[in-house]
């Protein structure tokens, strides 16, 4: 396997490493073109040494404050020596152009070469002013906000000194219990695509090499949305059939749109951990896909492989790394401890560590660097773009677009504007920290609009606040664990009092900011603490409540849907969340959201989601049968479906039809109304099964959806192209093929749709 790899790279790099001779014919194509960044990337890595090769596959966390003094000793000191002898070929976690600057001046005038570093941040949903939560922004189903939301996360961190972000996410999950669900675009393969390629856009824009753009990071490769039992970091067990028609398209769809960048998975996958899965970044990766940029391990993820016992000690990890494909090793140590001997050993080629090396040095041509290693570093750009209106301006149009509108009995929505008396009750209401969301470390705490300071925007109205119930004891910090209130009920007369003399209740429950994201999973998905019961304990006084729900991942509240008259989705929607959700509650903003994953009723039915296959035995074939594929104590429908969200006015579908234009194309029309009487916006979505194919398909796949604005009484025809690219999928081979044969087509407003029509191939 080995020389397979080597030959592979020979082509691009290996004329001017002595070690692999010369190529003249190559070498004198490179001359003809000097000012291309392979030529480049050639000439300067002929001038390196093993050592500063390999250094360049070395990446350290942030390890002292820059701007003060030099360590003198322990490991900071360590990694600084290695700094300046041009080991180190990115650094993660320095922000804000002073320190950025601090350290780049180091790599660049101290070392031998002048390399400059690569700058690497978790620009997750934002950097500073922040945006929606991932999964929440995948709500909003529009692509051009999405993207937008990405570019003003890359105008904002670019300023501060960040050129790479580990972002976008585009691992698909079904399983709620995982805390990283809030990262992602939810439980679908096609619309997690469509996502991935308008985040990577974003971030990286026409022209990488612009001081406003920073390079994406494709995560997690592969499989790590699969991790048994919702539990993170945990092992991860799929058939080919899910791999290749689930799992890699999203991944695939970022390589097309130019992803810079990859990180591989803690998990691993047919036993091998994904650091040194030869499969999925040799096999699949760098020669299926011909991607060109480079892959960088998941923190500490290559020491990690002894604990999963398949690296003896962490020589052997470096070794299995690059052989399988990694080329960056993110606070493992070691690349920059064992790889020089292992190449004088002969147990690994120098053409790995020239590939990598040449792959990383690239991308910092592409990002500009080695014209201007100081070109993010700007202290007056720094000052006019963080924080600007511009960018507040962005996260709250998004926040907006995201919020998903679950549940309106009786039109209780949108509220009066006047004249009301509005109780308030919930913690939540008042935090200005939990709506952040998780993966926010570079904006501080108390930075988010809360919930009362945008229903303060409304002052015809008379609001009383009443705490209720803590949701967490103490101070919630990150990464230590949370204490939840589980027994404090001691505020829940007072809420009970504001709410019997209230017109309206708002009661504002969820999840705090750091219950989802990285090693947050939960076993129960319900509302955390003793807010089920203060939600009971209001009802029981006054049954007129609008639940805003603030939360990562799709919640168990089944007794809410009961219930409760009116619930919102609002997610954990960042800096602006509470103007976001007040401007819905008062119907100054008519909400457009759809779920992007699907909520169950009880947490037994996890994992839970649309496109599930029908098996032998999906219904019962005679009255009081108990031999079919359900649960005796649970519903098999979900709670909410993939796909749902409700709006202030009312959508009809009719006309649908379907035309053959090709053997490989049909053309399927639909008739869109607005039946209500304000205007609004619908995602039209569409479905198609493939009713007999040599490998099962799901009872239903989304292959095309439009997000359309209409006015009352307006009808629109919506026109879908069904090509080979949605009509076929992967066969356990990982062979791309449509088949011909009997197809069926659905047309609605989520995954329970309301038209079919069939059509055959």
């Known amino acids: 396997m080995k020389k ?22 190559l070498a004198h194509k490179l001359t003809k073109n000097e000012t291309s960044i392979d030529y480049k990337v050639a000439k300067l890595l002929s001038e390196m040494t093993l050592e500063e090769k390999i250094g360049q596959m070395n990446q350290y966390n942030g390890f002292w404050n820059v701007t003060g003094p ?23 976690n320095v922000r804000g152009v002073e320190e950025v600057r601090a350290v780049q001046k180091i790599a660049v005038e101290e070392t031998r070469l002048g390399i400059p570093l690569i700058i690497g941040f978790d620009v997750i949903h934002g950097y500073e002013t922040l945006s929606p939560i991932p999964l929440a922004e995948a709500a909003s ?35 709620a219990r995982w805390g990283r669900v809030m990262e992602g675009a939810g439980e679908d393969t096609y619309l997690g695509s469509k996502i991935a390629i308008a985040r990577v856009k974003g971030f990286q824009g026409e022209d990488l090499s612009k001081p406003n753009t920073i390079a994406a990071c494709a995560k997690h490769w592969a ?55 030869a499969f999925l970044q040799r096999d699949i990766l760098k020669e299926k896909w011909n991607f060109d940029g480079f892959v960088v391990s998941d923190w500490g993820s290559m020491a990690e492989m002894i604990n999963h016992g398949y690296a003896e000690n962490i020589k052997h990890a470096a070794e299995l790394s690059v052989i399988a494909g990694s080329d960056m090793d993110m606070e493992s140590y070691a690349y920059v401890n ?148 589980t027994t404090d009920k001691s505020g829940f007369e ?24 990285e090693a947050r999973s939960r076993s129960e998905i319900g509302l955390p603490g003793v807010q089920q019961d203060l939600l009971e304990a209001v009802y029981a006084v006054n049954k007129n409540i609008v639940l805003v729900l603030n939360n990562g991942r799709p919640l168990t509240i089944s007794w809410a849907d ?87 006015t009312s959508f009809s579908y009719s006309n649908l039809k379907v035309k053959k234009i090709s053997e490989q194309h049909v053309e399927v029309s639909v008739e ?22 040599s490998v099962t398909r799901p009872v239903k796949e989304l292959k095309g959806f439009e997000l359309v604005e209409l006015e009352p009484n307006e009808t629109k025809t919506l026109t879908f192209q069904l090509t080979e690219k949605e009509l076929g999928f992967y066969d356990n081979n990982g062979d791309y093929v449509v088949e011909s044969g009997d197809f069926k087509v659905f047309i609605g407003g989520s995954s329970v749709t309301v038209l079919e029509e069939k059509f055959k191939l």
């Open 223 to 277: 499989g790590y949305g699969f991790t048994e039992s919702g539990k993170d970091y945990n092992t991860v067990d799929v058939g080919t059939s899910t791999l290749n028609n689930i799992i890699f398209p999203p991944f695939k769809a970022t390589v097309d749109a130019g992803v810079k960048t990859f990180m591989n998975s803690f998990n691993e996958l047919n036993g091998i951990p994904a650091t040194a899965n």
């Open 672 to 693: 869109l109304k607005n039946t209500g009487k304000v205007k609004g916006k619908e995602v039209a979505q569409l479905y198609i099964r493939d009713l007999f194919a």
């Open 494 to 517: 007072e809420a009970k009092n504001a709410a019997k003399n209230a017109d309206v209740v708002i009661m504002v429950l969820g999840e705090h900011g750091f219950q989802s994201g």
């Open 338 to 485: 064992e790889l020089a001997n292992l190449v004088k050993e002969g147990k690994v080629d120098e053409g790995l560590i020239n590939d990598a090396a040449s792959r990383i040095l690239k991308v910092k041509f592409e990002l500009g660097l080695f014209d201007n290693p100081y070109k993010y570093c700007d202290e007056k750009r720094e000052k006019e773009v963080i924080g600007s209106k511009e960018i507040h301006d962005a996260v709250l149009d998004v926040a907006k677009k995201s919020i998903v509108l679950l549940k309106n009995e009786n039109n209780m929505l949108p509220l009066k504007k006047k004249g009301q008396k509005i109780a308030v009750i919930g913690t939540l209401a008042n935090d200005k920290t939990s709506p952040l969301g998780s993966w926010r470390i570079a904006a501080d705490d108390n930075t988010a609009v809360s919930v009362l300071e945008g229903l303060a925007e409304y002052p015809d109205n008379a609001i009383t606040y009443a705490k209720g119930a803590d949701l967490v004891l103490g101070e919630a910090t990150f990464p230590f664990e949370l204490e939840i209130n």
């Open 562 to 648: 009961a219930h409760i008259p009116a619930i919102v989705e609002g997610w954990q929607l960042g800096t602006q969340s509470g103007h976001a959700i007040t401007q819905v509650l008062y119907g100054d903003y008519n909400p457009s959201g759809k779920l992007p994953m699907t909520f169950p009723r009880s947490v037994g039915q996890v994992p839970i989601y649309y496109n599930y296959k029908n098996t032998g035995r999906p219904a019962a074939n005679e009255p009081n049968s108990v031999f079919w594929s359900h649960y005796i104590d649970e519903s098999n429908t979900p709670l909410y479906a993939f796909g749902h969200g409700l709006s202030y």
């Open 141 to 175: 189903w529009d692509l051009e906000a999405i993207k937008k939301s990405a570019e003003i996360a890359a105008l904002e961190a670019s300023a501060a000194g960040i050129n790479w972000t580990f972002a976008p996410m585009v691992d698909i999950s079904r399983d």
């Open 4 to 25: 397979r790899y080597i030959l592979t790279i020979v082509s691009v790099v290996f004329m001017f490493s002595s070690a692999m001779g010369q190529n003249k014919t």
């Open 70 to 92: 030099t360590p003198s000793s322990g490991d900071a000191a360590h990694k600084y020596e290695h700094l300046r002898k041009g080991y180190v070929g990115s650094m993660l």
